[in-house]
């Protein structure tokens, strides 16, 4: 399973955009690229997931590079309640269902 | 729909017990997945049943046992309790087999004293 890197914390004001950048140097070309939320005291939730290039819902956007090395995590006008810890992970999606995470980004939006 | 259940969110044990968690996956879901998360890290997996079988095993003793129902449903057991066992126990469901996104719920709270 490739290995990610991010950011420790990162810290934002209500309404900013914030970018989490997830470094996955040794990607294997059947991976996907996975985002969780999770807020204290509660699992994990999925906000998105891509393969190349870019992919947005109605929460957030995710950028990947045609490298595909590292992936980028995008929260447009965030609140408060976006205050959470973010997860990047990555592996094949047929491979099971074992998620690898990280430490994670800590992320504190203030008023 | 109800998401994932677990129970009990809460428990305290001293050493040496044992302790069974419960899960309900989403209706409709086949598999479950257990992990533990140490307070301050992310979660790390435990398990895997997929139709009632152990489809993947973490890097955890063999104090940690689980087993899926008919039902879908999960028990994750652990024997011979220790101080580190402390952590949220989550468990997730999925439809499928394959690595899609998947729901977690809130978990167990387990305390050793």
């Known amino acids: 399973l490739a290995k990610t890197t991010q950011p420790i914390s990162m810290d934002s004001y209500e309404g900013q955009e914030v970018n989490i950048t997830c470094s996955h140097n040794?990607?294997?070309?059947?991976?996907?690229i996975t985002w969780y939320q999770q807020f204290p005291s509660q699992g994990p939730r999925f906000i998105i997931q891509?393969?190349?290039t870019k992919v947005t819902n109605e929460v957030a956007s995710l950028f990947i590079p045609a490298d595909r090395k590292s992936s980028t995590l995008s929260l447009p006008r965030v609140s408060l309640s976006d205050t959470a810890v973010y997860y990047c992970l990555v592996g094949d999606r047929a491979a099971g269902n074992k998620l690898t995470f990280g430490g994670g980004t800590r992320v504190l939006v203030k008023p | 729909d109800a998401g994932v259940t677990q129970s009990p969110t809460h428990l305290i044990k001293t050493r040496g017990q044992h302790v069974t968690l419960r899960c309900s996956p989403i209706?409709?879901?086949?598999?479950v997945s257990w992990y533990q998360q140490v307070l301050g890290q992310g979660p790390q997996f435990i398990f895997q049943y997929y139709e009632k079988e152990e489809r993947g095993r973490g890097n955890f003793p063999d104090r940690f046992s689980a087993r899926q129902f008919p039902n879908y449903s999960s028990e994750l057991n652990v024997n011979a309790l220790l101080l580190g066992d402390s952590a949220l126990y989550l468990c997730?469901?999925?439809?499928?087999?394959?690595?899609?996104?998947?729901?977690f719920g809130d978990g167990t709270r387990l305390s050793i004293l």
């Open positions: 997730a469901s999925s439809r499928l087999l394959s690595n899609q996104p998947q729901h």
């Open positions: 040794n990607i294997a070309t059947n991976d996907y």
């Open positions: 891509g393969y190349k």
């Open positions: 209706s409709g879901h086949k598999s």
